[in-house]
């Protein structure tokens, strides 16, 4: 951090005590700080519908929106949610209200108008229980079929820093490409594909014969990066080679509800894919 103009040669000497002084380089440099807090005066707006969401299209917001979507299509009435972006690209989730919500300031962040007091939940495995729970789906209620679903949607909380903020970061965001943290995360990538992939081969689901919230959860990441090209790293890590991750991440991508749920919060792409800032679920009927 303390160098000016790294290259890919250097040998980084740490100091006896880091100091900030110098942006990091590559993608989303410019929002990254080593404190908290928030950094502007924020009025998030809110909707009529119960549950107020501030979310972006990334993998740790889809977890959300399809699982909302979700919910909705099974027949839950309260499940109905305004949802509104919040471009980190933009530093937004350093607003004042943001940060009252969530003061890690990551999306994606919920907000229940339901209750007698406004709740708020975030980190995105914490609103995923929340709200199965609350609308008693997705989420097994016997003690061993309920234990499966949560080991492997904290397995998804705990793997997925590898994934993003460490291959996906060197591979794709860096300033330039170093051969030690890629070849260092991709080999744990590879890893836990290959733990999706073995589970897979015996099961149609990753608890068995039931989709849970711990589907939708490890399909926003793993999924996506075998199917959608994520990090644009398919050919580099032989996605195809997964093929009972793939099996499994094209039934779960196929349903009307994960494919809505894709679209909400997603500010770029195509027009016709595009979300308007606020919407209730019933736009994508």
Known sequence: ?????????????????????????????????????????QELPRGDNPLQLYSLATPNGV????????????????????????????????????????????????????????????ESGAIMVYLAEKF???????????????????????????LGGGFGHFYAYAPFKMQYPIDRFTMEIKRQLDV??????????????????????????????????LYSAEEFIEAASYTHVVRWANQIQARPAVDRGRRVNRPWGPEETRVVERHSAADFK
């Open 136 to 162: 008693g789906a997705l989420l097994p209620i016997e003690p061993s079929a309920r234990a499966e679903c949560m080991s492997w949607l904290f397995w998804q909380m705990g793997s997925a820093p590898y």
């Open 1 to 41: 951090m303390s160098d000016d103009n790294p290259t890919p040669t250097d040998e980084y000497t740490p100091p006896k005590v880091w100091t900030w002084d110098t942006e990091s380089g590559g993608r989303f440099a410019n929002i990254n700080r080593p404190i908290a807090g928030s950094t502007h005066d």
């Open 63 to 122: 977890k959300v929106t399809a699982l909302l979507e979700e919910l909705i299509d099974l027949g839950h009435t309260g499940a109905e949610y305004d949802a509104y972006t919040i471009n980190i690209g933009e530093g937004q989730q350093f607003g004042s209200d943001f940060v009252d919500i969530n003061p890690n300031s990551k999306i994606p962040a919920l907000l229940d108008l339901s209750t007698p007091t406004p709740t708020r939940v975030f």
């Open 196 to 229: 999706l992939n073995r589970t897979l081969a015996e099961r149609e689901f990753l608890c068995g014969d039931d989709y849970t919230i711990a589907d939708i959860a490890n399909y926003s990441w793993y999924g996506q990066l075998v199917i959608n090209n």
